[in-house]
């Protein structure tokens, strides 16, 4: 092995320990989140308001897709994942209206 290769390796290695916490990060938030997003729709149930606040909604997607421009990350990639997220605590909040 020559020693770029070495240190190809090497750097690829640190990459992917990097990506890996990254990743646990992303899962331990979400998962937080996710705490947060269930004690809400448990509030919204009990007091007969609705699962989906549009108005909101709206508001958070355009404040992701600013830090997304501050952050150097594609917004339209963070509009999708946020439009992922807002589905997913809708169904959760819909579930707790039945």
Known sequence: MTDATAL???L???HRQ???RLDA???FTLAER???TQAVGKLKAEHDLPPSDPARE???IERLEELAKAADLDPAFAKEFLNFIIAEVIRHHQK???
């Open 8 to 10: 190809a390796a090497q």
């Open 12 to 14: 690829l290695k640190e």
């Open 18 to 20: 990097s990506i890996d």
């Open 25 to 27: 990060i992303l899962v």
């Open 34 to 36: 996710f705490k947060h």
């Open 58 to 60: 709206a508001q958070q």
């Open 96 to 98: 707790h209206q039945s």
